[in-house]
């Protein structure tokens, strides 16, 4: 495993999404929940894995409570992460969400607390309030934003009045947006942008195209507007260059989409994973070094109808 070091934290650039933990929309199963995802979380660790992100929205709370409950016995070796949803956005919400999100972990204290989405119409001063104050109570060691443009991040910073290490956003092979402002300030401020999606919803696994499109929750507009057979067939000549790179490499498509997202500075991926397999593909793509000619043939951008939606930008 390879690893990000900022902010005095050791981070592992391929960490672990857990927003199917729990989730019925996944329809993995009580199963998944109460026996793979333990299975998976230890072996992540065995891995060198130690980032993990939550949200309470996740389940609403059921994925934080498998986690905490997989990381038992082991919170030295977890960066735990977590997400507080700003519906009320006021300082008091922020602190009681917070210590509640806490205990489902099971922990005295989240390494990363972050906001889920920007609010459309409260300031984020409101939010910041209530960071301080976990910051100050030792439920938190590190405040983060997610969904957040560079300018809302900054906002956020002048805030909280010091840093807000990380900003969560979705970063892949098709939606490349973060590489053009959120990357640059993170690399030269010692922040980390915290690369969710990094598949793009499975899309960039090699599995699908036209013909053989994504079915089920991953394929509802709303979820993955990139998911129709239009799309598909637009993106054929970004998923030819990863099938070509990843047999060049002797790796599969998605390793070489994982690569590619931690191939910029301070970016840590956080992939979900179906099972331990899926598991020990993404760790490998920490060791997957693309060469120059690998960079330049997946530097031209697909351009797909709705790809990226202003509320996913």
Same mark, same amino acid.
Do not use: C
């Given at each position: 495993m390879r690893y990000l070091e900022v902010s005095g934290e050791r981070l592992s650039v391929i960490g672990l999404g857990t927003w199917q933990f729990g989730s019925t929309e996944w329809s993995y199963g009580e199963t998944y929940d109460n026996v793979e995802a333990a299975q998976?979380?230890?072996?992540?660790?065995?891995?060198?894995?130690?980032?993990?992100?939550?949200?309470?929205?996740?389940?609403?709370?059921?994925?934080?409570?498998?986690?905490?409950?997989?990381?038992?016995?082991?919170?030295d070796r977890a960066f735990i992460a977590s997400k507080f949803f700003p519906i009320v956005p006021l300082p008091g919400t922020?602190?009681?969400h917070g210590l509640q999100s806490r205990d489902r972990?099971?922990?005295?204290?989240?390494?990363?607390?972050?906001?889920?989405?920007?609010?459309?119409h409260a300031p984020v001063s409101f939010t910041m309030r209530g960071m301080r104050r976990l910051l100050d109570l030792g439920a938190i060691r590190h405040v983060?934003?997610? *969904?957040?443009?560079? /300018?809302?991040?900054?906002?956020? +910073?002048?805030? #909280?009045?010091?840093?807000?290490l990380s900003n969560q956003v979705q970063f892949n092979l098709i939606n490349r947006r973060a590489a053009t402002s959120l990357v640059p300030f993170a690399k030269d401020n010692g922040r980390v942008v915290i690369a969710y999606s990094p598949l793009a919803q499975g899309l960039l696994s090699g599995?699908?195209?036209s013909s053989n499109p994504i079915t089920g929750f991953r394929s509802r507009n709303i979820v993955n507007p990139l998911s129709?057979?239009?799309?598909?067939?637009?993106?054929?000549?970004?998923?030819?260059?990863?099938?070509?790179?990843?047999?060049?490499?002797g790796a599969t498509p998605a390793q070489v989409a994982l690569a590619w997202v931690i191939s910029h500075p301070n970016v840590i991926a956080i992939p979900g994973a179906r099972n331990v397999e899926q598991?020990?593909? *993404?760790?490998?793509? /920490?060791?997957?070094?693309?060469? +120059?000619?690998? #960079?330049?043939?997946?530097?031209?951008?697909?351009?797909?109808?709705?790809?990226?939606?202003r509320w996913m930008a």
């Open positions: 998976i979380v230890d072996r992540a660790l065995d891995l060198g894995i130690n980032v993990f992100d939550t949200a309470e929205i996740y389940g609403r709370g059921a994925s934080e409570i498998i986690l905490g409950r997989a990381l038992s016995g082991h919170r922020v602190v009681s972990l099971g922990v005295d204290h989240m390494d990363l607390y972050q906001i889920h989405w920007p609010h459309p983060g934003v997610s *969904n957040h443009s560079l /300018a809302r991040w900054r906002r956020a +910073e002048r805030s #909280l009045g010091k840093p807000v599995v699908y195209t129709s057979t239009r799309n598909l067939e637009r993106a054929k000549p970004l998923f030819d260059a990863l099938r070509d790179i990843a047999n060049s490499h598991l020990e593909l *993404n760790a490998a793509a /920490a060791d997957l070094t693309l060469t +120059e000619d690998d #960079l330049d043939r997946l530097s031209v951008e697909p351009k797909l109808r709705r790809a990226i939606p």
